[in-house]
């Protein structure tokens, strides 16, 4: 137990021990080492969500003419909509924010304990027919079911076929009403049909996604998100 010895050396070194009852430094002991281990798994579930931005809720911007405004982020916040597995949709032009306000509520949901996983879609593909062509796509599918949080970036942006939507069908509908995805698009929610190449399955996703999820619409301001954040001129 790491934390409760380098606490115990500590309070060793500082003579604060001596000030202490035995049941007040079996307490604090004991205290440490958990704090400890939570920041362990703090560390291991962010490391493993590979985040495309660090990013917190406090650094959101919640400017009204934005259309996400301090009312939402405070909702989200409290982490209500993972607690009952449902869904989140943000919409919005290139530079609006979409990626930073998810990585930001994947964040938040590792330091709740929640493992998480961000991928963009094109990545996601990408490792499907890697694990296809490995025999490992079963691996995969586990991997990607045990994540309460799952966060799909620019969904459209490269074509979905019918192998494609194959696969998004099938981890949608296993996540389905016991955990949570966040999608990201720059395409709004109404025209998501054109996406999708099988037109039957792309209904059947839009279906189970949106039946219980926040959707949210970014608007561009004057800069982008990213300018702001000199990520891009």
């Known amino acids: ?29 004991i205290d440490r080492e958990y704090e400890d281990r939570k920041e362990k798994k703090i560390y291991r579930l962010t490391k493993t969500a590979n985040f495309k931005i660090m990013a917190g809720l406090g650094e959101i911007d919640t400017s009204a003419s934005r259309g996400f405004n301090r009312q939402t982020l405070m909702r989200l916040s409290e982490m209500n909509w993972l607690k009952h597995a449902e869904n989140i949709i943000i919409t ?4 609006t924010g979409k990626t930073f306000i998810a990585n930001a509520l994947g964040h938040t949901a590792c330091i709740n304990g929640y493992p998480v ?6 990545k996601l593909l990408r490792k499907y027919k890697e694990a296809t062509v490995e ?17 799909l970036d620019d969904l459209g942006l490269v074509p979905l ?13 296993d996540r389905y009403s016991k955990s949570s995805t966040i999608v990201l698009s720059q395409i709004p929610v109404k025209l998501w049909s054109k996406v999708f190449e099988d037109k039957t399955l792309g209904d059947a996703i839009i279906d189970r996604l949106i039946h219980n999820a926040h959707q949210i619409e970014l608007k561009m301001e004057r800069e982008s998100k990213r300018a702001e954040r000199g990520v891009v001129k």
């Open 161 to 173: 076929d019918k192998s494609a939507c194959r696969l998004l069908y099938e981890i949608i509908d």
């Open 1 to 29: 137990m790491p934390g409760m010895q380098s606490a115990y050396e500590a309070l060793l070194q500082d003579k604060k021990s001596i000030k202490m009852s035995n049941d007040e430094m079996i307490a604090y002991l």
């Open 117 to 122: 996983s961000y991928f963009m879609m094109s």
């Open 92 to 95: 919005g032009a290139t530079g």
């Open 135 to 151: 025999q490992t796509v079963t691996k995969l599918f586990k991997t990607i079911e045990k994540k309460q949080v799952l966060i």
